[in-house]
């Protein structure tokens, strides 16, 4: 998009007095060197005891608050890249994705699909916590991709965020990108994805990056496990990816794409055909809907294998460009643990909610016989296919036909136990998931009282031609000609609202997330934020209120209420009443972050048709020093 000069930060040199100047000064010539020299005489000290560096640096840090108001307002140190390889105590784990075309069954139907090191799902990469992550992503496609670590904050390493046209020019046929991040101090559940088109379908991947034991030994007995099991929840469409972006974006007659299966761990047992999506309250008339049988050779879940007696942490990542879940192992009880890299308050619960682009962690015990085990995943809001995926005991991990009579079995036996889709059920228990702050997680922060940036994000749907977009207080978001990234280091001002919103480090930005229904129909959105986790502030029905709502996400703060602290908030659709004041506003969320993590950063809805169709923003993150992130980029690429 071109450059429109706008009130930018830059500006307000005014702002800076004279004790500010002082402590900007402080900051760029004695901060950081001391957050360097207070953690090695720690060091020295630990390793005087323990002899293990690896303790010392979670232990370290953990005392050290690099940042002003005592643990509130906290920016850890940004460590340039070189100085990190050159040390021979950081860990360097190195993994090469090279992205190909293929063809397999992921459920009932045979389709063209991409690979990654000749496999779908994705394979997972699994690495220790204090780590430095350099991903090769080498394309033999025909077409551009990039790849985006999905939760990973890339503190330092903005660059390597992988959106296209934001933070990296696209990776070409034949091309290949090196991502070199550091993961520090980040710990949990995370995945990567392609971050073009609708290729997440195909391209999506566990990252796990695991904790340091010595230290996960010491916590509570809540979170104590024997192993774990990952389930990755993905979603594939019986058309090819240029027919659902021609449908949603191109040909004269729109087309919305909807699942035709949920897979887990890359099987699903497919539904023939697809469900007809019926808005609540309509009645389609004169349709037939015939049910062909499925070939039972055609029919495979995903089986993992598990143990009698013992717990697992079975760690959830629901990757599907459009879905939200509700969950349960029939006769189970799991014990939440981590909700998007945080570790949380152990909270208990029977079934979960996951929408898309969000992750879970759970201990469950094995307690229960071999016929009643298993993961089953029912859409919400929308009818559509079921995921399952069957525990089964014995070693190892396999994937195997199973026969239909038994899925059949199955199928009638669980979907009855999971709990009914209403919308008030889509809150599930997530206002009772908080961080704990007796883990001493070294990125987790209290939330702020006082907010310098207060933004309300209106979306609503416009149809265009018979095409739905969307807008962001009445502007559709345009992929620039001249990536960000490229803009920045001509020195251009790229502060553009709501396209663009500037704010410097420090500094703490609160968001309000204002959902519009289009017709009769109102969903649930959820919203990503790249570089950041966020505090879960409010939430509420129908339009925001400044000054009711704004006074009772005051009062939550004051009273240092539980929230959510995660990276992906789901806002749900909450209207009072359809004859309310403002009968098309059906929900609203606020969050609220500090900005510790100067970098281009976008912010989007997860349901990636909606993304596509103009749900996203950026923010443009900087220090006064570094206002077009010049330094940060040259500490990247000077390798």
């Avoid at 830059?10 to 004695?30: A, G, I, M, P, V």
């Avoid at 560096?53 to 002003?68: D, H």
């Avoid at 992921?106 to 496999?119: A, I, K, R, S, Y």
């Avoid at 430095?132 to 390597?160: A, C, K, P, W």
Wanted: some cysteine; hydrophobic content about 35%.
């Amino acid at each position: 998009m071109p450059f429109r000069e706008s009130s930018s930060l830059l500006d307000n040199s005014e702002r800076s007095t004279e004790f500010q100047r002082f402590l900007l000064h402080f900051k760029k010539y004695y901060f950081f060197p001391l957050c360097i020299i207070v953690p090695l005489i720690i060091w020295i000290s630990l390793m005087s005891r323990t002899g293990s560096p690896e303790f010392m640096l979670q232990a370290s840090a953990s005392n050290i608050n690099c940042g002003p108001n005592n643990g509130i307002y906290k920016i850890l140190p940004i460590v340039p890249l070189p100085d990190l390889l050159n040390n021979g105590s950081i860990k360097v784990e190195r993994f090469n994705l090279v992205i190909t075309k293929g063809k397999l069954f992921p459920d009932t139907t045979e389709q063209e699909v991409f690979l990654v090191n000749g496999q779908y799902p994705s394979p997972i990469i699994r690495i220790q916590q204090n780590s430095i992550l350099i991903v090769t992503v080498t394309n033999y496609l025909n077409m551009s991709i990039t790849i985006h670590l999905h939760g990973i904050h890339q503190r330092g390493t903005y660059l390597d965020d992988g959106v296209p046209k934001i933070t990296q020019d696209p990776i070409l046929p034949g091309g290949t990108y090196t991502h070199t991040v550091n993961t520090w101090p980040q710990a949990g559940t995370f995945f990567y994805h392609a971050h073009t088109g609708m290729d997440i379908i195909w391209i999506s991947g566990p990252l796990i990056i695991e904790d340091n034991p010595a230290i996960y030994a010491s916590w509570p007995r809540e979170y104590q496990y024997d192993e774990d099991r990952v389930f990755l929840i993905n979603g594939v469409y019986h058309d090819t990816l240029d027919n659902l972006i021609n449908g949603l974006i191109r040909d004269p007659v729109y087309r919305y794409p909807r699942v035709d299966s949920v897979i887990i761990n890359g099987k699903g047992h497919g539904l023939d055909p697809p469900p007809l999506f019926i808005p609540p309250g309509e009645v389609m008339e004169n349709t037939t809907v015939v049910v062909k049988p499925i070939p039972p050779s055609r029919i495979a879940l995903d089986i993992t294998a598990v143990q009698p007696k013992m717990r697992y942490r079975f760690r959830f990542i629901n990757s599907i460009s459009d879905g939200t879940f509700r969950c349960k192992v029939p006769g189970h009880k799991f014990t939440v643990i981590e909700m998007d890299g945080i570790y949380t308050e152990p909270v208990k619960t029977d079934n979960f909610v996951i929408s898309p682009g969000q992750r879970y962690s759970f201990i469950v015990v094995m307690n229960q016989t071999e016929d009643s085990n298993f993961v089953i995943c029912k859409h919400l809001e929308i009818e559509g296919p079921t995921g399952l995926s069957v525990l089964k005991y014995g070693k190892g991990h396999v994937q195997t036909t199973t026969r239909l009579d038994k899925l059949n079995q199955v199928l009638n036996t669980t979907a009855t136990e999971v709990v009914e889709d209403k919308p008030t059920e889509l809150k599930w228990i997530f206002d009772n998931l908080t961080p704990n702050f007796d883990l001493h997680q070294i990125d987790v922060y209290h939330v702020p009282e006082k907010i310098d940036h207060d933004f309300l994000l209106d979306v609503n749907e416009l149809q265009v031609e018979g095409h739905t977009q969307y807008l962001i207080n009445e502007h559709l978001f345009q992929t620039p000609n001249v990536s960000y990234h490229e803009q920045l280091s001509q020195f251009i001002n790229i502060t553009d609202p709501p396209q663009v919103y500037e704010v410097l480090e420090g500094q703490v930005v609160q968001m309000i997330f204002q959902n519009q229904r289009l017709f009769s129909v109102c969903f649930g959105h959820p919203w990503h934020l790249h570089g950041h986790s966020f505090h879960v502030v409010g939430h509420g029905p129908d339009k925001f209120n400044p000054i009711t709502d704004g006074e009772m996400i005051k009062e939550n703060v004051r009273l240092k209420r539980k929230m959510q602290f995660r990276d992906t908030v789901t806002v749900n659709s909450d209207q009072s009443a359809p004859e309310t004041e403002h009968p098309k506003y059906c929900g609203w969320t606020a969050i609220r972050f500090i900005a510790n993590n100067p970098g281009v950063w976008l912010l989007h809805c997860h349901v990636t048709p909606h993304m596509l169709l103009g749900k996203r923003a950026v923010i443009w993150e900087h220090t006064i020093e570094d206002p077009f992130l010049v330094e940060l980029a040259n500490s990247r690429y000077s390798q």
